[in-house]
Structures are given as C-alpha cells and as structure tokens.
Nanobody, 120 residues
C-alpha cells in the first residue's frame, strides 16, 4: 500500500526555520504533482505550495519568498523549507501526492499531518 510518510515540523520561534519532508513508500507507477497544504484552527484548508514532476512550482501568496518546495523524484520525496516563520504560519501541515499506481489507476494521497507551531 502506498502511503506518504511525513517528518519534520514542531515548535519554533517566530523568524526561525523548519524543514519538512514527505516520502512515498510502496510501489508507484508514476508520481505526478506533489505539494503541501495546511489548516489553521478555525480556518479552511489552504494550499501552501505545489511542485510538478518537472519542477514547476506554485506558492500561496502568503508564503512566497519565505517557503521553498522541492522534490527528489528518484526518492519520491517532497520537501518544504520554511524560513522567516510567522505566528500565522501555525497550522497542521499535510503532504499531498497525485500518483499513478498503474497506467489507469490514479490516486490522491494525503500524509498524516503534522502540527507546526510558531511562538511569538
């Protein structure tokens, strides 16, 4: 069974940095877009950043210039480097991956989510 496994996250002071990673385990035919989403308390889930298999990236306006998404296709792993963190970045962060398990079997997979807390 293919499953995204997240690591990183935790508690950091405002202005600090964190690095998250998400690795896909299991047998995959092809990995398409990978990305990160977050949900803050009392708010809806929002896109943070996405990265295509070709390396094209997309960021939420609120994180542009501070966060960087990257991926290692050979390892089926996506990373999120978060710098200059602000209190409003506090949220549960989820990894997402669009994968093809076979030529005609596509799935959107979600990681377990990890709390990121930024202290003022």
């Amino acid at each position: 069974q293919v499953q995204p496994v997240e690591s990183g996250g935790g508690l950091v002071q405002a202005g600090g940095s964190l690095r998250r990673s998400c690795a896909l385990s299991g047998r995959i035919f092809r990995t398409n877009d990978m990305g990160w989403y977050r949900q803050a308390p009392g708010k809806e889930s929002e896109l943070v950043a996405t990265c295509t298999s070709g390396g094209n990236t997309n960021y939420a306006d609120s994180v542009k210039g501070r966060f960087t998404i990257s991926r290692d296709n050979a390892k089926n792993t996506v990373y999120l480097q978060m710098n200059s963190l602000k209190h409003e970045d506090t949220a549960v962060y989820y990894c997402n991956a669009d994968v093809s398990l076979s030529r005609f079997n596509h799935r959107s997979l979600w990681g377990q989510g990890t709390q990121v807390t930024i202290s003022s």
